[in-house]
């Protein structure tokens, strides 16, 4: 007696994974392209102050970000510069546009260096620029 079942054949059932492994691939270029990334340059070897009070400072456009190290080094977009060429690119920067410049001084940085980088940012005309300070909430 023959018996008629559809499952002898040993009919292979695969699902084809090709076209699901291509739209995963596109959904990730499309957020990894669609995704902007935002990212504040910051110099890790800073450790800000920090405070109380003060204002967020206003993100407008980016600010030229001068980095203040414990040692009194300077770091502008991850280059070490001395205080004659921070001088050289403050001048070039202050007669292309109104630019804001931000300090970001290391707490243990000796406050000589950071009244330097002000001078400096007067000298060249930058009147808009302002230090920067970690803000904490006080404890009861």
């Given at each position: 007696?023959?018996?008629?079942?559809?499952?002898?054949?040993?009919e292979?059932?695969?699902?084809?994974?090709?076209?699901?492994?291509?739209?995963?691939?596109?959904?990730?270029?499309?957020?990894?392209?669609?995704?902007?990334?935002y990212?504040?340059?910051?110099?890790?070897?800073?450790?800000?102050?920090?405070?109380?009070?003060?204002?967020?400072?206003?993100?407008?456009?980016?600010?030229?970000?001068?980095?203040v190290?414990?040692?009194?080094?300077?770091?502008v977009e991850n280059?070490i510069?001395?205080?004659?060429?921070?001088?050289?690119e403050?001048?070039?920067?202050?007669?292309?546009?109104?630019?804001?410049?931000?300090?970001?001084?290391?707490a243990?940085?000796?406050?000589g260096?950071?009244?330097?980088?002000?001078?400096?940012?007067?000298?060249?005309?930058?009147?808009?620029?302002?230090?920067?300070?970690?803000?904490?909430?006080?404890?009861?």
């Open positions: 007696m023959a018996r008629n079942n559809r499952w002898a054949d040993e292979s059932f695969d699902i084809p994974l090709t076209a699901m492994i291509d739209v995963v691939f596109n959904l990730i270029m499309f957020f990894l392209v669609a995704t902007t990334f990212s504040e340059e910051r110099d890790l070897k800073v450790k800000l102050p920090q405070g109380t009070q003060g204002d967020l400072i206003a993100r407008q456009e980016k600010p030229y970000v001068i980095n190290r414990e040692a009194g080094v300077l770091v280059r510069l001395s205080l004659d060429d921070l001088g050289q403050l001048a070039r920067i202050g007669r292309q546009r109104q630019t804001k410049v931000e300090i970001r001084g290391d243990s940085a000796r406050h260096v950071i009244m330097s980088v002000m001078n400096l940012c007067k000298q060249h005309g930058i009147a808009d620029y302002a230090l920067t300070q970690r803000i904490v909430k006080e404890r009861e």
